[in-house]
């Protein structure tokens, strides 16, 4: 009895697991069907719509006319840059004329310039003869042994406006007209009655002198008078001088 029952419980066992074994070949083959179905719907949809899809024609890029405009412009752009290379060639050969004519004309400006600049070395040497003839080396000496005895251990300035007071008065109708004449005027220098005027000029009392017979001059012609004292109408007072004008 036990064994017959164990062995109808197995034959249950077998069939059970059979059904379940179908019920699932059963499931995947319905699966795949259906796979099946909707892809054969989709590719016949998909050739169908290529059919119906038109057919496109072949068009030319630019018409007839649009070709004719486009060889017009690239002729145009041909001639201008053959046009612009021939420009380019003529400037660049047009500089070595110019510097041969440059090279030309150089010896006649140079010339000119030698001519130009001869009258002006001429007016110069003039002038110095002119100074030389008109002022002597007695001149020379005589105003700057006055310059020191006046101002010696003054400034440079103040040496050059005892120089200009010297010449205004040589140049002035109411004094003598040499530079000698003015010094030894009688009351007029103290530096002569004192006998200060008998000293060695400093360097810088001779070139105080050569300045002012080169034409320097520190005032007006008007201005004469040098002295510590107030004479006339004062112009400048420079150290303890005061110098005045007439």
Known sequence: MTIELKYKKRKEGKNIISKKLLNKNNILFGVFIVISVIGFIYCDTYVKGIKRQPEQKWQPRYTQEEWQQIEIERNSEQFVKETTQEFEAETETEPSDSIEEETETEPSDSIEEETQTEPSNSIEEETQTELETKYTENDFE????????????????????VGTVVMNRVDSEKYPSSIEGVIYQPGQYQCVTNSHINKEPSESSYEAAESILDGRRMFRSSVVYQ?????????EKVGNTYFCED
């Open 227 to 235: 002295a510590e004292f107030i004479q006339g109408k004062v112009v």
């Open 142 to 161: 005589l105003l700057a042994r006055v310059i020191e005895a006046e101002a010696g251990g003054e400034s440079d300035y103040h040496k050059l406006c």
